[in-house]
T-cell receptor, first 110, second 116 residues
Framework: QQQVKQSPQSLIVQKGGIPIINCAYE??????FPWYQQFPGKGPALLIA?????SEKKEGRFTISFNKSAKQFSLHIMDSQPGDSATYFC?????????FGTGTSLTVIP | GAGVSQSPSNKVTEKGKDVELRCDPI?????LYWYRQSLGQGLEFLIY????????KSGLPSDRFSAERTGGSVSTLTIQRTQQEDSAVYLC??????????????FGPGTRLLVL
């Protein structure tokens, strides 16, 4: 059973576009929601994270929007660049264990 | 300092053989995690070590999988009698404290296992 559902599976945008990746969860015990970025041949690396007491968090060109009532959160990448091409994973944590989404492969075309 | 390292980077084995995968966490990190990454399946939690506490083995898919962590540092994931469905990338991560501290997990590059 997938605890965190992520969509889309893949995404292609032009440079400068704003790709949006969505995640949804059911377990209300989840209270920490990180996003990880993974380049080919590398392990995932933390990109940005949010707690449910805020509705939005921005770090540079990356923004998380969080809707607690809908149990949904999304990653927006502003002014996307070819270097942002990677796989993005959302995750949720209720304690000592992370539950990851299935990943979104993002391609930014120059 | 150095990040999380894993070895080997790639492993090809025959069905039925045992394999051992090694993880060296970041020095000083007390929490260590193992995940399995299969195509289209995201990251699947396998096991979690926190200091000297008993590990959380709730994610291990079968009794063919086991892991140990010696001296609170290096960890070894062992898969006995490997099956083709075990083929995946096995990722190790460590964090400073773990256990709900909402800390960043630092991932190693993974071991790509192929069972023929």
């Amino acid at each position: 059973q997938q605890q965190v559902k992520q969509s889309p599976q893949s995404l292609i945008v032009q440079k400068g576009g704003i790709p949006i990746i969505n995640c949804a969860y059911e377990n209300t015990a989840f209270d920490y929601f990180p996003w990880y970025q993974q380049f080919p041949g590398k392990g995932p690396a933390l990109l940005i994270a949010i707690r449910p007491d805020v509705s939005e968090k921005k770090e540079g060109r990356f923004t998380i929007s969080f809707n607690k009532s809908a149990k949904q959160f999304s990653l927006h990448i502003m002014d996307s660049q070819p270097g942002d091409s990677a796989t993005y994973f959302c995750a949720a944590e209720p304690g000592n264990q992370f539950y990851f989404g299935t990943g979104t492969s993002l391609t930014v075309i120059p | 300092g150095a990040g999380v390292s894993q070895s080997p980077s790639n492993k090809v084995t025959e069905k039925g053989k045992d394999v051992e995968l090694r993880c060296d966490p970041i020095s000083g990190h007390t929490a260590l995690y193992w995940y399995r990454q299969s195509l289209g399946q995201g990251l699947e939690f396998l096991i979690y070590f926190q200091g000297n506490s008993a590990p959380d083995k709730s994610g291990l898919p079968s009794d063919r999988f086991s892991a140990e962590r010696t001296g609170g540092s290096v960890s070894t994931l062992t898969i006995q009698r490997t099956q083709q469905e075990d083929s995946a990338v096995y990722l190790c991560a460590s964090s400073l404290v773990g256990g709900g501290a909402r800390e960043t997990q630092y991932f190693g590059p993974g071991t790509r296992l192929l069972v023929l």
